[in-house]
Structures are given as structure tokens and as C-alpha cells.
């Protein structure tokens, strides 16, 4: 059964800084493209930033460039987050998503975890 | 602002058909983009519904089917259900800001 499992989320002041890691299981890792998706409080679902399967190639959103890093190791089937400079509007649950073979959809989701910004 | 447009809301009574539209532009859905959909119970993460504009994964419904044409996609759900009522959201690639989302749709079923 595949299974993502985000943790690292909580309060941090602005400015501040967080890391963000997502556990997989239940499938090869190192096969899947990974991406972050985050949802502020009662809005909608914004793409935070994608990374390739070898961890090659990485995309952010414009509104986390410069200051978000996506990376992962395979050894350890985790993906990561690490977000600096972090500011009262990146308050949002974020959500760990694999994007699968059907049509590069994201397939699987995990649970995800809350980040709050806030002095 | 999201870059693909959704109605806010629609509702239903049990047994209707709804259908939630997804209008996007020359840059995404119009470039031939794919579209998918999402559906997001409350309190809880979102699950692929249709991918590829109208396939569905195993063990979703038939009674959810997708279409696209030109720069929008729709989003049919028939034979409306209480356990409908969540949050949709459709999903395409853009050419200058890659994964795009609608801004979702809330479905009420009467």
C-alpha cells in the first residue's frame, strides 16, 4: 500500500525557518517524481514546487523561489522541505504528492502537515 | 486568483446530475495540456478523481466523468450522492508556471 507521511510542520515566527520531510512506502521511491502542494486555511490548493525522480531537476512556485529548497534521498525513500525566510501567507497545511504514471496526475497525497506563521 | 477559474459552488439534490467547470487559457488547458480532478472530503487530503481529462482511476466511480474541450474541461458527477459533497478541484500544466490548480469548487448536496 503506498503511503506518504509528512511531519516537521508547527509554529515559527516570520522570519524563521522549518523543515518539512515526507516518509514513503509501499512503492520504489526512487522511480517517482515528488512535489509539494500547500492549502492556506479554507482556500485552495497552490503547487509549491517539483522534483525529478534522481532529484535532477527541481521547479519551484514563484511565490517560494529563493527561499524554499525541495530535495530528497532515495536511500531513505524521504522527501524534503526545507523553507526559510517564511512569512505569514506560507501559513498552510503542506502536502507531500506523488506524481504517478497515470498522465503525470498526482496519484497519492499524504496526510499532510500544518505550518504556522505567526509572531 | 487562480490561473484555471471555477465556480465557487454548485449544489444538487440526490440522484441529480452537477456538472463543475474548469476554464483555463491558450498557455494551459488550451495548449493541450491534460487536466485532471481532485476531490477533497472534508477535513481530509486530496484524492485523484479523473486524470487525463476524463480516465478514472480504479475504484472511482463511473458515476464521475470528465471532458475537454478547447480552453476548459467539466467535471460530471450523476446520480448525486450525500457522500458527494466535498470540495472539487481541477489541475492542468501551464507553459510559464507549471502545475496550475482552480481555485475549487464547493459541491452541497441538498
Known amino acids: 500500500e503506498v503511503q506518504l507521511v509528512e511531519s516537521g510542520g508547527g509554529l515559527v515566527q516570520p522570519g524563521g525557518s522549518l523543515r518539512l520531510s515526507c516518509a514513503a512506502s509501499g512503492f520504489t521511491f526512487s522511480s517517482y517524481e515528488m512535489n509539494w502542494v500547500r492549502q492556506a486555511p479554507g482556500k485552495g490548493l497552490e503547487w509549491v514546487s517539483y522534483?525529478?525522480?534522481?532529484?535532477?531537476?527541481?521547479y519551484y512556485a514563484d511565490s517560494v523561489k529563493g527561499r524554499f529548497t525541495i530535495s530528497r534521498d532515495n536511500a531513505k525513500n524521504s522527501l524534503y522541505l526545507q523553507m526559510n525566510s517564511l512569512r505569514a501567507e506560507d501559513t498552510a497545511v503542506y502536502y507531500c504528492?506523488?506524481?504517478?504514471?497515470?498522465?503525470?496526475?498526482?496519484?497519492?497525497w499524504g496526510q499532510g502537515t500544518l505550518v504556522t506563521v505567526s509572531s | 486568483q487562480s490561473v484555471l477559474t471555477q465556480p465557487p459552488s454548485v449544489s444538487g439534490a440526490p440522484g441529480q446530475r452537477v456538472t463543475i467547470s474548469c476554464t483555463g487559457s491558450s498557455s494551459n488547458i488550451g495548449a493541450g495540456y491534460d487536466v485532471h480532478w481532485y476531490q477533497q472530503l472534508p477535513g481530509t487530503a486530496p484524492k485523484l478523481l479523473i486524470y487525463?481529462?476524463?480516465n478514472r482511476p480504479s475504484g472511482v466511480p463511473d458515476r464521475f466523468s470528465g471532458s475537454k474541450s478547447g480552453t476548459s474541461a467539466s467535471l460530471a458527477i450523476t446520480g448525486l450522492q450525500a457522500e458527494d459533497e466535498a470540495d472539487y478541484y481541477c489541475q492542468s500544466y501551464d507553459s510559464s508556471l507549471r502545475e496550475v490548480f482552480g481555485g475549487g469548487t464547493k459541491l452541497t448536496v441538498l
Open positions: 522534483i525529478s525522480s534522481s532529484g535532477s531537476t527541481i
Open positions: 487525463g481529462n476524463s
Open positions: 504528492a506523488r506524481e504517478g504514471e497515470l498522465l503525470s496526475s498526482f496519484d497519492y
